[in-house]
């Protein structure tokens, strides 16, 4: 009986701690984005907004201290999915960040990709490129000119294991099936501040 009560008690202990495992859900990846066209010499439009997930106090003007990160689900009147990587390797960081904002309004979706590596220590970055769509159009720069700057404060650190703060800015972003009148691609600048947390480790 000794033996069978033991079991019993071991076996519930056993139970109850694959439960708790099973209960405990990371938490989902979250993101604010708001990404915009700056304009060029041969880009055809200028300043002009792209999309935005979640909000923030000072849209355009920087990241403030805690801008309203949103996961994968509904904003902005559209769907939203939010998913990312932020795995540190030695003193770098390899990042895979998407933002899609799927919206039924014309116009009003868009998305946002951006990869590479940086080191918040040093400042070094490498391989930066970027995908934006928004307003019907797609620019996409892949030849690793994308930049990424940090804010100057913000909670925790710019780059951490799963999440980043930061704003990026791709100068020659190629305009997707579109050339000028002379026959040349057409290139514009653009730019995106946004929030990823909770992007793995």
Not at 190 to 200: D, K, M, T
Request: aromatic share 6%.
């Amino acid at each position: 009986m000794t033996f069978r009560f033991s079991h019993l008690v071991t076996s519930a202990i056993v139970v109850s701690s694959v439960t708790a495992a099973c209960s405990s859900k990371a938490p989902e990846p979250d993101a604010y984005v708001s990404a915009q066209v700056i304009g060029g010499p041969n880009c055809l439009v200028e300043d002009q907004g792209l999309f935005l997930i979640g909000s923030d106090t000072t849209d355009g003007g920087g990241i403030s201290a805690n801008p309203t990160r949103v996961p994968s689900g509904t904003n902005q009147g559209g769907a939203v999915t939010i998913t990312c990587s932020v795995k540190a390797s030695g003193s770098n960081y390899n990042i895979e960040l998407n933002a899609l904002l799927n919206s039924q309004q014309a116009g009003a979706g868009g998305s946002l990709t951006i990869t590479g590596t940086v080191d918040a220590t040093t400042g070094a970055q490498s391989g930066i490129n970027a995908t934006f769509v928004g307003g019907g159009n797609t620019y996409q720069e892949s030849d690793g000119d994308c930049s990424i700057s940090y804010p100057a404060n913000p909670p925790g650190g710019p780059v951490q294991p799963g999440r980043i703060w930061g704003s990026i800015n791709c100068p020659n972003a190629t305009e997707s099936g579109k050339v000028t009148g002379g026959g040349e691609p057409v290139t514009c600048q653009l730019s995106a501040l946004f929030v990823f947390e909770n992007c793995g480790t």
